[in-house]
């Protein structure tokens, strides 16, 4: 079976992941389950380079295929913060609920059609002849006037889609991987990944 490591410290990432590739003959491994190890130093100024260094990470200690991403949530009443700092937003320990209400507070007063936002995925995957490939994928919406709902991760209670009428956090994780971020870079991939195998 075709193996793949998933390479993330964030388990409701390997969780969506995993999920959205239940379905395919291939083997998903957290890092922690290929017993690998890397502390990776962000340094990149785009998601797409901070993905393709964490894939890089791993891929110098396999030979599996690597997927790695880096994403985060732009505001664009706040120019696109916390953008590529989505996860060290207000340091890296501080809660979400700490950081969902700095940004509803950041917030306070200003007008729907200026809550915009969007979460951004971008995907590398290394194959085990060590070519890379990358996707970037959004997906759109708007910062809500406050938190709703217990699904998903991070800043999914402040992100609201008006098709749906309620925040990522309330949607189940099928839905939301349906139309998401890493859903949609996640699908794009597989795609690349089977033309390599081909
Ligand atoms: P790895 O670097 O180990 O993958 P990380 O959590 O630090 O784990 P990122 O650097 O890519 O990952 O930061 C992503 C952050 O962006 C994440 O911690 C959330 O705060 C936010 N984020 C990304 N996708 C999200 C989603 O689907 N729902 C809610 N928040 C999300």
Redesign the pocket.
């Known amino acids: 079976m075709t193996k793949i490591i998933f390479a ?3 388990a409701n ?1 390997v969780k969506e992941v995993k999920k959205m590739l239940e379905n395919l003959d291939v083997e998903v491994l957290s890092m922690k389950e290929a017993n690998i190890s890397t502390d990776v130093e ?1 340094t990149g100024t785009t998601f797409e380079e901070n993905a393709i260094l ?1 894939a890089k990470a791993i891929a110098n200690k396999t030979d599996a295929i690597v997927i790695a ?5 732009e505001v664009d009443y706040l120019n696109k913060e916390p953008g590529i700092y ?2 060290r937003y207000l340091g890296e320990d501080t809660s979400y609920t700490i950081k969902n209400q700095a940004i509803l507070d950041r917030l306070d007063g200003v007008a729907k059609e200026q809550r915009t936002a969007r ?1 951004v995925c971008a995907m590398a995957v290394i194959m085990p002849n060590k070519k890379v490939f990358t996707t970037v994928q959004t997906m759109e919406g708007y910062i809500g006037f406050e938190s709703a709902g217990k699904n ?5 209670p402040i992100f609201f889609l008006d098709k749906y009428g309620c925040s ?1 956090a309330e949607m189940s994780m099928e839905e939301k991987n349906k139309i ?1 971020h ?1 859903g949609k870079a996640l699908r794009t991939t597989k795609k690349i990944i089977e033309d390599q195998l081909k």
């Open positions: 993330t410290g964030n990432k962000e964490k991403d880096d994403s985060g949530l989505s996860s979460f998903g991760f991070g800043y999914d990522s998401s890493r």
